[in-house]
């Protein structure tokens, strides 16, 4: 089945850096990658996502990247603020009736 | 926004005994999940629902668990005769296409 490692586990940035999770998987025929957000309690938020067939997709201070032919995918965080602390987990459509989550990773951002 | 509305939020119950998570998806979707989520650690797959049956369920899924779909808005997870180590965060999911799920909150199930 369908492997998703992510790291790292835990990531602590300076406010106004950035900050980047990166994710291999091993099915080359996955196609949709997306990311989640989660806060305290909260179920995974969908924060971003990518088809396999573009190879980077942004959006304001998020931007995600994706290498078929190596199997990763990246997170980018430009410009990082306090309300971006959270768990934020990579995901793989890994068939037609489910996404596999990576291990997560806990992000801190410092004042 | 539409919302995956679970119930409830926090359930206690006694190890052996039956409890059943409720969820309420958003009112055009198609495909139904559950996930869970133990203490600390990533989102795990349990089941997928599509056209009134199980799509695919994982090896945590054994007989203990079962799901319905009694009316056309609840979605259930039952799990029969609970254990310690189901005690979990329970995420209900749906989407209107087979990818680009929406979550629920979440239901924390503390088996004592």
């Known amino acids: 089945g369908e492997n998703v490692e992510q790291h790292p586990s835990t990531l602590s940035v300076q406010e106004g850096d950035s900050a980047v999770i990166k994710c291999t998987y091993s099915?080359?025929?996955?196609?949709?990658f997306p990311w989640y957000k989660q806060e305290l309690g909260k179920g995974p938020q969908l924060i971003i996502d990518?088809?396999?067939?573009?190879g980077e997709k942004k959006d304001q201070r998020i931007a995600v990247t994706l290498n078929k032919t190596a199997k990763h995918f990246s997170l980018h965080i430009t410009e990082t603020q306090p309300e971006d602390s959270a768990v934020y987990f990579c995901?793989?459509?890994?068939?037609?009736?489910?996404?596999?989550f990576g291990s997560g990773t806990r992000l801190s951002i410092r004042p | 926004e539409p919302e995956v509305t679970q119930t409830p939020s926090h359930q206690v119950t006694q190890m052996g005994q039956e409890v059943i998570l409720r969820c309420v998806p958003i009112s055009n979707h198609l495909y139904f999940y559950w996930y869970r989520q133990i203490l600390g650690q990533k989102v795990e797959f349990l089941v997928s629902f599509y056209n009134n049956e199980i799509s695919e369920k994982s090896e945590i899924f054994d007989d203990q668990f079962s799901v319905e779909r009694p009316d056309g808005s609840n979605f259930t997870l039952k799990i029969r005769s609970t254990k310690l180590e189901d005690s979990a965060m329970y995420f209900c999911?749906?989407?209107?296409?087979?990818?680009?799920?929406?979550f629920g909150s979440g239901t924390r199930l503390t088996v004592v």
């Open positions: 990518i088809r396999s067939n573009v």
């Open positions: 995901a793989v459509y890994s068939s037609a009736s489910k996404i596999i």
């Open positions: 999911a749906s989407g209107q296409v087979s990818y680009g799920y929406t």
């Open positions: 099915d080359s025929a996955s196609n949709y």
